[in-house]
């Protein structure tokens, strides 16, 4: 089968179209044949050799994909071949057939197209597992998106305004604010001309943050927080070492969570997998929370895409389609 390989960690131009054995599903694992694979930053990452798999894991790169169960290997009951689903993958998306544990599988939602799925199982599950596994984010609380145009945080809005919440987010440029806030978000930040800290505060500050950033945020983020708010850090585009003000938490009686999906183990994806299907699927199906795909490039063009993420230069989710 064709798939993406890396000849060496480096560059995108490093990614290239190999012939490669077809996989074969284990116990409990279903074969996809893969419609669409969705690029994350994490992929750019691994391709530079700064985020290896999970042990166990395909070396091939891609955590996420949709298509159609080829086929179901030992002890798989609850999917049948021919129907098209989503998933979750630890690895082996960008290739066109690609296993998994059959309960990190889902069925395409009602109302999307199988290639657009593809944009779904990563933002879906990392915006359930955080603020709601993790945050607690309730009706009427508010909630600071960092990356508010990004493939989480376009999706982030959504889940959090059909949940009631309220949503203020960043961005840099005038044209991502604008599409947040046709996404529904209520106060949007342009972080170039603006302090999201001190628009944050004029609002009474945030009950919960899913910061993307990471360590060059992290004082500012900590000021941000209303009484009893809770930081949740999933990226660290700007630095991994910080110093917090340990005073200023407690003042708030504020939590810090650094959460990551890729490297949980099967059973603790599989129950966000289940509860994602369980909460945002109807979302989905209703129409208020739809996949938001800034580009497409044949899987050939891998390199091209992600060049493209790299940049900035793009909203929502880029797809490599098969």
């Given at each position: 089968?064709?798939?993406?390989?890396?000849?060496?960690?480096?560059?995108?131009?490093?990614?290239?179209?190999?012939?490669?054995?077809?996989?074969?599903?284990?116990?409990?694992?279903?074969?996809?044949?893969?419609?669409?694979?969705?690029?994350?930053?994490?992929?750019?990452?691994?391709?530079?050799?700064?985020?290896?798999?999970?042990?166990?894991?395909?070396?091939?790169?891609?955590?996420?994909?949709?298509?159609?169960?080829?086929?179901?290997?030992?002890?798989?009951?609850?999917?049948?071949?021919?129907?098209?689903?989503?998933?979750?993958?630890?690895?082996?998306?960008?290739?066109?057939?690609?296993?998994?544990?059959?309960?990190?599988?889902?069925?395409?939602?009602?109302?999307?197209?199988?290639?657009?799925?593809?944009?779904?199982?990563?933002?879906?599950c990392t915006v359930l597992s955080n603020l709601k596994r993790t945050a607690h984010l309730q009706p009427g609380e508010l909630v600071l998106l960092h990356g508010g145009a990004?493939?989480?945080?376009?999706?982030?809005?959504?889940?959090?305004?059909?949940?009631?919440?309220?949503?203020?987010?960043?961005?840099?440029?005038?044209?991502?604010?604008?599409?947040?806030?046709?996404?529904?978000?209520?106060?949007?930040?342009?972080?170039?001309?603006?302090?999201?800290?001190?628009?944050?505060?004029?609002?009474?500050?945030?009950?919960?943050?899913?910061?993307?950033?990471?360590?060059?945020?992290?004082?500012?983020?900590?000021?941000?927080?209303?009484?009893?708010?809770?930081?949740?850090?999933?990226?660290?585009?700007?630095?991994?070492?910080?110093?917090?003000?340990?005073?200023?938490?407690?003042?708030?009686?504020?939590?810090?969570?650094?959460?990551?999906?890729?490297?949980?183990?099967?059973?603790?994806?599989?129950?966000?997998?289940?509860?994602?299907?369980?909460?945002?699927?109807?979302?989905?199906?209703?129409?208020?929370?739809?996949?938001?795909?800034?580009?497409?490039?044949?899987?050939?063009?891998?390199?091209?895409?992600?060049?493209?993420?790299?940049?900035?230069?793009?909203?929502?989710?880029?797809?490599?389609?098969?």
């Open positions: 089968m064709r798939a993406i390989t890396v000849t060496e960690f480096g560059p995108p131009e490093n990614l290239v179209v190999t012939e490669v054995d077809k996989p074969r599903p284990g116990p409990g694992e279903v074969l996809i044949k893969v419609a669409a694979a969705g690029v994350n930053r994490a992929d750019l990452l691994q391709r530079q050799g700064n985020y290896p798999p999970p042990p166990g894991a395909s070396d091939i790169i891609g955590m996420e994909a949709s298509g159609t169960v080829d086929e179901l290997g030992p002890d798989v009951d609850s999917w049948s071949a021919g129907e098209q689903v989503c998933a979750l993958l630890a690895g082996g998306g960008y290739a066109e057939y690609v296993t998994v544990p059959a309960g990190h599988v889902m069925p395409v939602p009602d109302g999307v197209d199988v290639v657009d799925a593809a944009a779904l199982p990563e933002v879906a990004s493939g989480i945080g376009t999706h982030a809005i959504q889940w959090a305004k059909e949940l009631g919440a309220t949503v203020a987010v960043t961005a840099g440029s005038a044209d991502k604010l604008e599409l947040c806030s046709d996404l529904g978000a209520d106060i949007t930040i342009n972080y170039h001309d603006e302090d999201f800290l001190e628009v944050t505060k004029s609002h009474g500050g945030a009950d919960v943050i899913l910061d993307i950033i990471g360590a060059k945020y992290l004082s500012s983020n900590v000021s941000a927080l209303a009484k009893d708010g809770r930081l949740v850090v999933i990226g660290m585009q700007g630095g991994v070492k910080a110093e917090v003000n340990l005073g200023a938490l407690l003042a708030k009686r504020g939590t810090i969570h650094a959460t990551a999906l890729r490297g949980r183990d099967s059973e603790d994806k599989a129950a966000i997998v289940a509860d994602t299907v369980a909460t945002t699927w109807p979302m989905i199906a209703a129409g208020k929370v739809k996949p938001v795909v800034g580009a497409r490039f044949p899987v050939e063009d891998a390199a091209k895409a992600h060049t493209l993420l790299d940049s900035g230069k793009v909203t929502g989710k880029i797809l490599l389609t098969l």
